[in-house]
């Protein structure tokens, strides 16, 4: 088995692995700068018996997610789970974010989803299945947060058109949304605000608490399996029953 995880170094990517890293298993992590992290992220995979692959690159850009999928074909003759988690904090608002540098972010934090699936085609087997991993902003107005919401709205929707194309082959494609994770990237738009929002977040949640790894990583480890072969295109948010109505 392999599996790739965009942005797999970190937060919710490093999750995902840890999930499916087991003996015998490829881990391919993608990260862009953050060697250190990397490195951690390498030893721990690894210490849970499965071989960690790292590679750096921007996958915003069909070239940039080419390359990294050519060091995953140079590895292996197959790919089971493609995650997509990189993403690109702007914490600014549309009227004044630099235009160019909103681009970027709608690239990383939407399109390049495409740009992924495209790569990896050749190396997808009937069962393997595409992850997006999206968020409340995607559909719910939050301040700073336009940057990330307008690219993951976009990725939930070309989602569903992979889903259609990618069913003949077998293969299916499907978003994740979880509600507040204490990630590198929350910290980013909420800066010294986050565990106020984390406990905001969890007293406003039915379930009374936070989500944490294991929600969301059972999940996707359910979409993953055989047993869930019919469920295509779909957002499935894990939020404890906050925010219902997204």
Do not use: W
Request: with cysteine; net charge negative; proline share 5%.
């Amino acid at each position: 088995m392999a599996i790739l995880v965009t942005g797999g170094t970190k937060g919710i990517g490093l999750a995902i692995a840890r999930r499916f890293a087991k003996p015998d298993v490829d881990v391919f992590l993608n990260f862009r700068a953050d060697h250190d992290a990397a490195d951690r992220a390498k030893a721990e995979i690894e210490a849970a018996g499965a071989r960690c692959h790292l590679i750096q690159g921007d996958v915003s850009t069909p070239a940039g997610a080419s390359a990294v999928l050519a060091v995953v074909a140079a590895q292996t003759d197959r790919l089971d789970q493609l995650v997509h988690c990189a993403v690109k904090v702007i914490p600014e608002p549309l009227l004044t974010i630099d235009p160019v540098s909103l681009t970027e972010a709608i690239n990383l934090n939407g399109t390049a989803l495409v740009y992924l699936v495209q790569a990896a085609v050749p190396l997808f087997k009937p069962g393997s299945t595409v992850f997006f991993l999206s968020s409340r902003g995607s559909r719910s107005p939050l301040p700073n947060y336009a940057a990330v919401g307008a690219g993951k709205s976009l990725a939930e929707s070309l989602v569903r058109y992979l889903a259609m194309e990618l069913a003949p082959l077998g293969v299916r494609a499907n978003c994740v949304a979880p509600s507040a994770v204490d990630t590198e990237a929350l910290r980013q738009v909420y800066g010294a605000q986050t565990e106020e929002i984390m406990r905001q977040s969890a007293a406003a949640s039915p379930s009374g608490r936070n989500v944490v790894d294991d929600d969301y990583c059972s999940l996707i480890e359910y979409l993953a399996s055989p047993s869930a072969a019919m469920i295509q295109g779909q957002v499935v948010f894990v939020t404890g029953g906050a925010y219902l109505a997204a």
